[in-house]
């Protein structure tokens, strides 16, 4: 395989804004990239572009407008995980040679569906029961606090931390800090979780440039490598499993450390999916920055803060950013290379090398999650 | 005329064919693979394990035990808020179900009863469903499927 980097990344910030569709959103981020890493249009080989609710043809309305036509380009689902996975094909195509310069993002309108939960689409034996996202975290919560003795409090703790982390990105969709008190003020969603253990529905769109070595060399922009990029599947039963040990992330990330040949150990920071503040806990564990059932108290005890063991979630996290599904891997992976090529401003987390990023989703049953989508970064 | 399982008019059952009631006996069907021993509710047709089509449907038992539950503050369209969701293990399967006797969630390893009960309002009448509610303790004779994910 031949070495893959990223020389580019751009954001559309985070948001409400209903008047701006996946197409147009996906579009301002892209052209951001464009004119920060200044290729020509006829520099692309292959387009990706990730979204769950964004239509038919998406990536070509978001990479035509600029000048990106007549290549292949491609719209991938899956699910909260699509942004990535998008990343994650355009890493293949560079990786295989059959490409030296892909453009990947993801882009998200959700202000479309109205206010509470996310609206599950695909028909199934629990959704047929009224499921919905927050109450299958809702339950691995419970599960989580009844197996470990951790509390509703220790949930707060990380929507804190990720709101204080948020607090300071100017592309997160909530930029204020938030108290434990202000979490337990907040309106119940499905037990222990409330409001403010989740994170919000947004509208935004985020854009990265992967390209060889040879093509990186010919642009004035720093470049991260990618060591390890993978997707995987969630295993469909419908026996018993243990709720509170994600198998999913689990097993991506074991396969992503030995891609990248690093352990959890090396990482400086983590963006993962903290669609709940459960989950963070959840896949802490399974990423192998905590210990089984002792994440909580990593949180606790400040291993999780920018300045601590690990950051996680140094931009703020779903929590903080917002969650425009396909757009959030992008995003992540993104805020990892503005970490590593040391221009995170106020996020940035001091000496960081290596980094994580995790997106896993897909409200459907008999599975963890949909999909999983993995990278790990290195400073170049 | 209606059985007595059916629901009155207007009504509308969610997983019907796949729910037995006997008197106060309520099991519902789900599919062993003799390839693999994988269980499946709801039943199939092909293992989703090992893609075998040497599948047999059988009936659970009438009780499990609670995985983990929760009350859903926030209700999906066509469901009214606050209900009462809990994952059961029964029978080597893990079923999602309203509990709607419960006003706060089930706590893990409590023991249920499959039941057949409105679950959700509808603009015609109610919304019917397998459903389950927590044992007494008192008068069981069956010892519950036990959890066995830890
Ligand atoms: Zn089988």
Known sequence: MKPVYVAGAAVHPFGKQPGLNAAELGYRAVRQLVEQTGITPDAVDVGYGGSSYGGSLLTQRVLQRVGVSGPPVYTVENACASGASAVHLGWQAVASGAADCVIAFGAENLSSFGGGTLPLTTNDIEIEQGMVMPAAYAMRAQRYLHDFGATADDLTAVSVKNRRNGAQNPRAHFQREISPQDVADSRAIADPLRLLHCCPNSDGAAAVLLCSEDFARQLDTPRVRVRGSVVRSGTFHTQFRDMTWPDITARTAKAAYEMAGLAPADLDLVELHDAFSIAELLHAEALGIAERGKAHQAVRNGEFDRDGRVAVSPSGGLISRGHPVGATGATQICEAYWQLTGQAGPLQVPGASVALTHVTGGGIFGVDNGACAMHILTAD | ?150
């Open chain 2, 1 to 150: 005329m209606p059985s007595p399982q059916s629901p009155p008019a207007g009504d509308r059952q969610v997983g019907a064919d796949i729910t037995h009631q006997h008197g106060t006996r309520t099991t519902l069907t789900i599919t062993v693979c003799h390839a693999c021993s994988a269980r499946w509710f709801p039943p199939r047709e092909v293992c989703s394990t090992c893609a075998s089509d040497d599948v047999e449907n059988i009936e659970s038992e009438p009780q499990g035990v609670v995985y983990a539950s929760t009350v859903v503050r926030v209700a999906p369209p066509g469901f009214q808020a606050p209900f009462v969701l809990a994952y059961i293990d029964i029978s080597g399967v893990r079923v999602l179900a309203h509990s709607p006797s419960s006003d706060q969630a089930l706590t893990p390893d409590t023991p249920v009863r499959l039941t057949v009960a409105p679950i959700a309002r509808t603009a015609e009448g109610q919304l019917v469903s397998y459903a389950v509610e927590p044992l007494d303790g008192r008068d069981d004779t069956t010892t519950p499927t036990t959890g066995e994910t830890r």
